[in-house]
């Protein structure tokens, strides 16, 4: 899957992934994902400021390591 990819990888293993998903997930998929992207947003649940903040925290984050 495309996640284990990037993770796996040493030179993109560290980019923050976002997953914004129109699909309404189960409690199953949602643990899933949460542990392994840095953050879940599902249609519906967001702004377009909360994604654009997301964002920002995050490269503002993986920036200060």
Do not use: A, Q, W, Y
């Not at 129109?22 to 994902?33: A, H, M, N, Y």
């Not at 702004?47 to 390591?65: A, E, G, I, P, Q």
Request: net charge negative; glycine share 4%.
């Amino acid at each position: 899957d495309v996640i284990s990819t990037i993770r796996s990888n040493p030179v993109t293993g560290n980019i923050p992934i976002v997953v914004c998903t129109g699909k309404e997930l189960s409690p199953d998929d949602r643990l899933l994902l949460d542990d392994k992207v840095d953050s879940v947003m599902e249609k519906g649940d967001f702004s377009k400021k909360d994604l654009l903040d997301t964002v920002h925290r995050l490269v503002s984050d993986d920036m200060s390591k």
